[in-house]
């Protein structure tokens, strides 16, 4: 059962303690109205000074994530819900093969025609569909906004694609058309044994979200210590996987909280 909490009461998240590492998705967890507070980057920053090590784990295009993993003060970044991996500030883009899902820098030229021909599909059903403008400097995925679409339409999308061989998840802002096998969660899975931390279960990792396309990082049996931010509870009942705990404030604020609450536990065990 997901529990709520205030401020800073740590009597009931005393397994935070090993947490050596944060993976968090950025919109509607980092940001609020659309924009990256500076209390957020000092928060990061306060992170690294404790010695945990960040991970930015986003929906967003390749492209765009490069630029943010190379000025935030992060340690690494999964691009695309998983299809791309940043393993550092200076590292070349990694894409992952649809076939047997490994990470490399060689990749297929022709890898999102088949995500492209879905989308032209989808628009003889649902005209309005409106593909994003960072959607040109995507490696692995295709993408399409979601604003005023209900979740039954969103629905029905995605029995559709994934009846077509192919996956489907959306988030506050995008829907993403991917290959089969490609989210966020595997994605840090592999990041995870880059860094030499534990996966099953990653009692080293708190995973932090808001939305749909995030729910693989809250798959108890793979990450046991995850939190959302209060604007995840209206998406419970399409989600998977739901986080264990979940910030009294939305969005950046929400973070904050966490991250404080985490800071709070490390400096107590000191």
Request: with cysteine; charged share 20%; glycine share 10%.
């Given at each position: 059962?997901?529990?709520?909490?205030?401020?800073?009461?740590?009597?009931?998240?005393?397994?935070?303690?090993?947490?050596?590492?944060?993976?968090?998705?950025?919109?509607?967890?980092?940001?609020?109205?659309?924009?990256?507070?500076?209390?957020?980057?000092?928060?990061?920053?306060?992170l690294r000074r404790g010695g945990l090590k960040v991970c930015l784990v986003t929906g967003r295009p390749s492209g765009w994530v490069q630029g943010l993993?190379?000025?935030?003060?992060?340690?690494?970044?999964?691009?695309?819900?998983?299809?791309?991996?940043?393993?550092?500030?200076?590292?070349?883009?990694?894409?992952?093969?649809?076939?047997?899902?490994?990470?490399?820098?060689?990749?297929?030229?022709?890898?999102?025609?088949?995500?492209?021909?879905?989308?032209?599909?989808?628009?003889?059903?649902?005209?309005?569909?409106?593909?994003?403008?960072?959607?040109?400097?995507?490696?692995?995925?295709?993408?399409?906004?979601?604003?005023?679409?209900?979740?039954?339409?969103?629905?029905?999308?995605?029995?559709?694609?994934?009846?077509?061989?192919?996956?489907?998840?959306?988030?506050?802002?995008?829907?993403?058309?991917?290959?089969?096998?490609?989210?966020?969660?595997?994605?840090?899975?592999?990041?995870?044994e880059e860094w030499g931390f534990a996966s099953h279960p990653a009692t080293t990792t708190l995973t932090v979200g808001d939305s749909p396309n995030d729910?693989?990082?809250?798959?108890?049996?793979?990450?046991?210590?995850?939190?959302?931010?209060?604007?995840?509870?209206?998406?419970?009942?399409?989600?998977?996987?739901?986080?264990?705990?979940?910030?009294?404030?939305?969005?950046?604020?929400?973070?904050?909280?966490?991250?404080?609450?985490?800071?709070?536990?490390?400096?107590?065990?000191?």
């Amino acid at each position: 059962m997901t529990e709520f909490y205030s401020g800073l009461n740590v009597s009931d998240l005393a397994m935070w303690t090993g947490v050596q590492a944060i993976a968090v998705d950025i919109d509607g967890t980092l940001t609020s109205g659309g924009r990256i507070p500076s209390e957020v980057i000092a928060v990061l920053a306060a992170l690294r000074r404790g010695g945990l090590k960040v991970c930015l784990v986003t929906g967003r295009p390749s492209g765009w994530v490069q630029g943010l993993v190379t000025y935030l003060p992060v340690d690494a970044a999964i691009a695309e819900n998983g299809g791309v991996l940043f393993l550092g500030p200076e590292a070349s883009p990694l894409v992952r093969d649809p076939s047997s899902g490994d990470y490399s820098e060689k990749r297929a030229d022709d890898l999102r025609i088949p995500l492209a021909a879905m989308f032209s599909r989808l628009v003889a059903d649902f005209p309005q569909l409106q593909i994003t403008g960072d959607n040109v400097y995507r490696l692995s995925d295709f993408t399409f906004h979601v604003s005023g679409l209900t979740e039954q339409a969103l629905g029905q999308m995605r029995q559709r694609i994934e009846a077509e061989g192919l996956a489907f998840t959306w988030s506050t802002i995008h829907g993403h058309i991917m290959p089969r096998g490609q989210e966020k969660g595997s994605a840090l899975k592999r990041l995870l044994e880059e860094w030499g931390f534990a996966s099953h279960p990653a009692t080293t990792t708190l995973t932090v979200g808001d939305s749909p396309n995030d729910a693989t990082m809250f798959c108890a049996e793979d990450f046991p210590l995850s939190a959302g931010v209060a604007n995840i509870v209206k998406y419970r009942d399409v989600m998977s996987h739901f986080p264990k705990v979940v910030s009294t404030f939305r969005e950046s604020e929400g973070f904050i909280e966490i991250m404080q609450t985490l800071l709070k536990i490390k400096s107590d065990e000191q």
